[in-house]
């Protein structure tokens, strides 16, 4: 074989090798983004949680696999929201980072006292909040905001997503988007769905309100108001790099969240651990 010719030939191989390699690469890149396949549109959820009663949720253990990439302050960021196939569920960054999150409210009873604790501490958490308890309560959805709380959208009347038609889907999710929006001038960039019941259509409605969907690592089961020291022993027991714990302001007697979030709190910084926000950072 002449020397042009098989010089010729190493070339196109290399072309070609190389093609495959940056096809696998994009491929490789787009599971990272969209970590599995979603169910159809008004579907079972794909591993729901336990965050209120409902008897069709699972434990939690099944969201301990995709994390948030990244930590720190809410910052915007250009361009369209990426549609998912699954919730973010922990927290990727250095050193012994958790997140502290708290569902259902704004409640005048509990939501105050929760506030207090964290400014105490000088601690930042998210609020996953109800359009419906926003509605007479917006003075403590600023306060969330003025303190550098992240404000997250949980539907209007924290119903169970995956059992409604998608017009009702959006309403829930988008009359909330609204309300807070129009309470302190910023729309949510965070979503938790209810009960932890994702599918296809709460994906996609997230998306288009430029929201990421945030499920969580460590689940207090304080709904079932077990008493404040089992509370706090599930915190301590679960805290690890990364967590995401998911814990209640409203929704029902809060009383032993709000003991059990006053003595794991120290608890948790005495032994090294920052708590935080996430920050966006795919979009």
């Known amino acids: 074989m002449k020397k042009d010719q098989m010089l010729s030939r190493r070339k196109a191989l290399l072309v070609g090798g ?25 579907g079972p959820p794909a591993n729901p949680a336990a965050g209120a009663p409902d008897a069709g949720a699972l434990r939690p253990s099944a969201y301990r696999l995709q994390p948030i990439a990244g ?45 207090r604790t964290l400014k105490a501490h000088d601690v930042r958490a998210m609020f996953f909040v109800c359009g419906s308890m926003v509605v007479e309560h917006k003075d403590m959805l600023r306060e969330m905001a003025d303190e550098g709380h992240i404000v997250g959208n949980h539907t209007w009347s924290h119903p169970l997503l995956t059992g409604l038609g998608r017009s009702a889907i959006r309403s829930e999710m988008e009359r909330t ?32 309100l430029g929201m990421e969907p945030l499920a969580w690592t460590v689940d207090t089961l304080d709904w079932k108001e077990p008493g404040a020291r089992t509370i706090e022993r599930r915190v301590m027991k679960g805290a690890a790099p990364g967590v995401v714990v998911l814990a209640h302001d409203a929704g029902g007697d809060r009383s032993q969240s709000i003991r059990a979030l006053r003595d794991y709190l120290p608890r948790l910084l005495d032994s090294g651990y920052h708590l935080t926000v996430p920050r966006r950072q795919f979009t």
């Not at 050193?95 to 009873?109: K, N």
């Open 71 to 115: 930590y720190g302050p809410l910052r915007s960021a250009p361009g369209r929201t990426l549609v998912r196939h699954e919730p973010f569920l922990r927290i990727a960054g250095r050193g012994p980072t958790m997140v502290l999150t708290f569902d259902d409210g704004p409640d005048p009873r509990y939501t105050p006292h929760v506030l």
């Open 18 to 42: 190389a093609a495959v390699l940056g096809a696998a690469g994009a491929g490789g890149t787009a599971r990272l983004l969209a970590a599995g396949p979603a169910p159809p549109p008004g």
């Open 177 to 208: 988007s609204e309300i807070i929006e129009k309470t302190y001038g910023e729309r949510p960039g965070w979503f938790r769905a209810p009960y932890g019941a994702w599918n296809r259509a709460v994906f996609e409605f997230g998306a288009e």
